[in-house]
Nanobody, 125 residues
Framework: VQLQAYGGGLVQAGDSLRLSCAAPGLTFSTYVMAWLRQAPGKERELVSALSKIGDSTYYADSVKGRFTISRDNNKNTVYLQMNSLRREDTAVYYC???????????????????WGQGTQVTVSS
Protein backbone atom coordinates (compact mmCIF):
# COMPACT_ATOMS: atom_id res chain seq x y z
CA VAL A 1 0.00 0.00 0.00
CA GLN A 2 1.53 3.28 -1.13
CA LEU A 3 0.31 6.49 0.43
CA GLN A 4 1.71 9.89 -0.54
CA ALA A 5 0.87 12.82 1.71
CA TYR A 6 1.63 16.39 0.77
CA GLY A 7 0.51 19.94 1.37
CA GLY A 8 2.23 20.74 4.64
CA GLY A 9 4.10 23.94 5.26
CA LEU A 10 4.82 26.87 7.53
CA VAL A 11 1.82 29.04 8.33
CA GLN A 12 0.77 31.55 10.93
CA ALA A 13 -1.78 30.92 13.64
CA GLY A 14 -5.27 31.37 12.26
CA ASP A 15 -4.30 30.36 8.74
CA SER A 16 -5.57 27.38 6.76
CA LEU A 17 -3.91 24.48 5.00
CA ARG A 18 -5.21 21.56 3.02
CA LEU A 19 -3.36 18.28 3.15
CA SER A 20 -3.79 15.69 0.45
CA CYS A 21 -2.92 12.03 0.35
CA ALA A 22 -2.88 10.02 -2.85
CA ALA A 23 -3.11 6.25 -2.88
CA PRO A 24 -2.21 5.12 -6.38
CA GLY A 25 -2.97 1.53 -7.23
CA LEU A 26 -5.16 1.01 -4.19
CA THR A 27 -8.73 -0.22 -4.31
CA PHE A 28 -9.40 3.00 -2.52
CA SER A 29 -13.11 2.57 -1.89
CA THR A 30 -12.46 -0.48 0.29
CA TYR A 31 -10.24 1.38 2.75
CA VAL A 32 -11.02 3.54 5.73
CA MET A 33 -8.71 6.54 5.52
CA ALA A 34 -7.28 8.56 8.35
CA TRP A 35 -4.94 11.36 9.25
CA LEU A 36 -2.65 11.10 12.24
CA ARG A 37 -0.06 13.46 13.59
CA GLN A 38 2.95 13.36 15.83
CA ALA A 39 4.48 16.33 17.55
CA PRO A 40 8.00 16.26 19.01
CA GLY A 41 8.04 14.37 22.26
CA LYS A 42 4.42 13.30 21.95
CA GLU A 43 2.65 10.12 21.00
CA ARG A 44 1.09 9.72 17.61
CA GLU A 45 -2.49 10.99 17.64
CA LEU A 46 -5.41 10.08 15.44
CA VAL A 47 -6.68 13.40 14.12
CA SER A 48 -9.49 12.27 11.86
CA ALA A 49 -10.87 9.26 10.04
CA LEU A 50 -13.37 8.74 7.28
CA SER A 51 -15.34 5.68 6.28
CA LYS A 52 -15.13 4.10 2.86
CA ILE A 53 -18.01 6.02 1.36
CA GLY A 54 -17.68 9.08 3.54
CA ASP A 55 -20.77 8.52 5.66
CA SER A 56 -19.00 8.28 8.98
CA THR A 57 -16.27 10.46 10.46
CA TYR A 58 -14.10 10.69 13.52
CA TYR A 59 -12.38 13.82 14.81
CA ALA A 60 -10.16 14.27 17.80
CA ASP A 61 -11.64 16.74 20.26
CA SER A 62 -8.72 19.07 19.69
CA VAL A 63 -9.63 19.60 16.03
CA LYS A 64 -13.43 19.40 16.03
CA GLY A 65 -14.96 22.36 14.28
CA ARG A 66 -11.64 23.34 12.66
CA PHE A 67 -10.60 20.36 10.55
CA THR A 68 -12.59 18.58 7.89
CA ILE A 69 -11.71 15.26 6.32
CA SER A 70 -12.99 14.31 2.89
CA ARG A 71 -12.22 11.87 0.13
CA ASP A 72 -12.58 11.49 -3.58
CA ASN A 73 -12.80 7.82 -4.41
CA ASN A 74 -12.49 8.57 -8.12
CA LYS A 75 -9.10 10.19 -7.53
CA ASN A 76 -7.90 7.81 -4.81
CA THR A 77 -7.27 10.82 -2.62
CA VAL A 78 -8.13 11.84 0.92
CA TYR A 79 -7.95 15.41 2.14
CA LEU A 80 -7.66 17.21 5.43
CA GLN A 81 -8.81 20.81 5.41
CA MET A 82 -7.32 22.56 8.42
CA ASN A 83 -8.71 25.93 9.40
CA SER A 84 -7.95 28.25 12.32
CA LEU A 85 -4.62 26.59 12.84
CA ARG A 86 -2.98 26.84 16.24
CA ARG A 87 0.59 26.45 17.40
CA GLU A 88 -0.37 23.18 19.03
CA ASP A 89 -1.30 21.79 15.61
CA THR A 90 2.38 21.79 14.73
CA ALA A 91 3.34 18.20 13.95
CA VAL A 92 4.22 15.76 11.23
CA TYR A 93 0.96 14.64 9.65
CA TYR A 94 0.59 11.14 8.30
CA CYS A 95 -1.98 9.57 6.06
CA UNK A 96 -3.06 6.07 7.02
CA UNK A 97 -5.35 3.38 5.70
CA UNK A 98 -7.13 0.26 6.84
CA UNK A 99 -8.83 -2.28 4.64
CA UNK A 100 -12.43 -2.45 5.72
CA UNK A 101 -14.73 -4.98 4.04
CA UNK A 102 -17.66 -3.77 6.11
CA UNK A 103 -18.88 -0.39 7.30
CA UNK A 104 -17.60 1.75 10.13
CA UNK A 105 -14.35 3.48 11.04
CA UNK A 106 -11.58 3.04 13.57
CA UNK A 107 -10.46 5.59 16.12
CA UNK A 108 -7.09 4.32 17.40
CA UNK A 109 -3.75 4.86 15.65
CA UNK A 110 -2.72 1.22 16.01
CA UNK A 111 -5.78 0.14 14.05
CA UNK A 112 -4.33 1.55 10.84
CA UNK A 113 -1.64 -0.79 9.48
CA UNK A 114 -0.73 1.21 6.39
CA TRP A 115 1.09 4.52 6.65
CA GLY A 116 2.56 7.01 4.24
CA GLN A 117 5.47 9.36 4.70
CA GLY A 118 4.63 12.39 6.78
CA THR A 119 4.27 16.00 5.82
CA GLN A 120 5.39 18.70 8.23
CA VAL A 121 2.93 21.32 9.40
CA THR A 122 4.40 24.18 11.40
CA VAL A 123 2.20 26.89 12.86
CA SER A 124 3.87 30.00 14.14
CA SER A 125 2.27 32.56 16.40
Amino acid sequence: VQLQAYGGGLVQAGDSLRLSCAAPGLTFSTYVMAWLRQAPGKERELVSALSKIGDSTYYADSVKGRFTISRDNNKNTVYLQMNSLRREDTAVYYCAARFQPYGGIWSQPYEYPHWGQGTQVTVSS
